[in-house]
Nanobody, 116 residues
């Protein structure tokens, strides 16, 4: 059984930074896509950023230039460095590990609150 364990959420002031981490426990094929999604209050879950094991990275327009995704493929770990945070970044952030036709795993979510 694979679990994605997230950490790093919390409360931060506008303009501040946070770093989210997600590690996969259990056996997981490292040839996959890992990434982050978020759900703000009253909104649908949306993509934040993804990174394939081959190095292809994708960001939502709303976070380009502020967030940076990185991963340690050998450890099935993915990180999200969030800088210049805005109140509209407030959401529950979910880690995802995906391999087409094989699996689609989700973490339990970590809360990020951007408020003064």
């Amino acid at each position: 059984q694979v679990q994605l364990v997230e950490s790093g959420g919390g409360l931060v002031q506008p303009g501040g930074s946070l770093r989210l981490s997600c590690a996969a426990s259990g056996s997981i094929n490292s040839v996959n896509t890992m990434g982050w999604y978020r759900r703000a209050p009253g909104k649908e879950r949306e993509l934040v950023a993804t990174a394939t094991s081959g190095g292809t990275i994708n960001y939502a327009d709303s976070v380009k230039g502020r967030f940076t995704i990185s991963r340690d493929t050998g450890k099935s770990t993915v990180y999200l460095q969030m800088d210049s945070l805005k109140p509209e970044d407030t959401a529950v952030y979910y880690c995802n590990a995906f391999k087409r036709y094989i699996y689609n795993y989700w973490g339990q979510g970590t809360q990020v609150i951007v408020s003064s």
